[in-house]
Each structure stands twice: as C-alpha cells, then as structure tokens.
C-alpha cells in the first residue's frame, strides 16, 4: 500500500510563492508517472501537473503553464510542486497522485493513489 503525504500548502498572497511537497511511503515512486490535481471549493478536480518517471518529461495544465514547475527526487521518495506568481484563482486544495504508468497520465482515473491533500490559499 502506498501513502502519500502533502506539506507545504499554506496562505500566501497574490504574486507570491509556495513549494509544496509531497512524500511517499510503501513503494518507491522511481518507476511511476506522479501528478498534481486541485479541486477549488465548487468546482470539480482539475489536472494541474505532471511529471515522467524518469523526471524527463513535465506537463502542465494550461491554466499554470509558465508559472508552476514539477520536480521528483527519486532517491528522497518525493515529488515538489514549485508555484510561483501565485493567483487568486489558484485558491485549492492540492493533492498528489501517483501514476499507474511510467509516463505522465492527464486524467485522474490513471493514478492509483492520492494524498491527503494540502490547502493553498492565495489573497487578492
């Protein structure tokens, strides 16, 4: 069984940054496609990013292109979500997810394990 565990959320304000982490235990993640999904009061879970097994290839929901960056280190177990220029609209809770692929999976369905969540909030 994998766990995964979010930190790094937190209050922050509009053109601010955040460095989300997300640490997992049971199984290594050096053979899994891992992503980042939010899902903002209201609204439905959304795709934000994702990252190869390898650390090679990166994708990036439109909506963060150019100001959120994805990163793992294998060797630490753990996958870091690097949000910069920080919008309101960004407001959400963040969850990890780790991949039933190696590559990078786009839909939530692909991903076998979710963390716990952790709350970013961005004032105007």
């Known amino acids: 069984q994998v766990q995964l565990v979010e930190s790094g959320g937190g209050l922050v304000q509009a053109g601010g940054s955040l460095r989300p982490s997300c640490a997992a235990s049971g199984r290594t993640i050096s053979s899994s496609g891992m992503g980042w999904f939010r899902q903002a009061p209201g609204k439905e879970r959304e795709f934000v990013a994702g990252?190869?097994?390898?650390?090679?290839?990166?994708y990036f929901a439109d909506s963060v292109k150019g100001r959120f960056t994805i990163s793992r280190d294998n060797a630490k177990n753990t996958v870091y979500l690097q949000m910069n220029s920080l919008k309101p609209e960004d407001t959400a809770v963040y969850y990890c997810?780790?991949?039933?692929?190696?590559?990078?999976?786009?839909?939530?369905?692909?991903?076998?394990?979710w963390g716990q969540g952790t709350q970013v909030t961005v004032s105007s």
């Open positions: 997810a780790f991949g039933r692929y190696p590559s990078i999976s786009y839909v939530d369905y692909e991903y076998d394990y």
């Open positions: 990252i190869s097994k390898t650390g090679i290839s990166t």
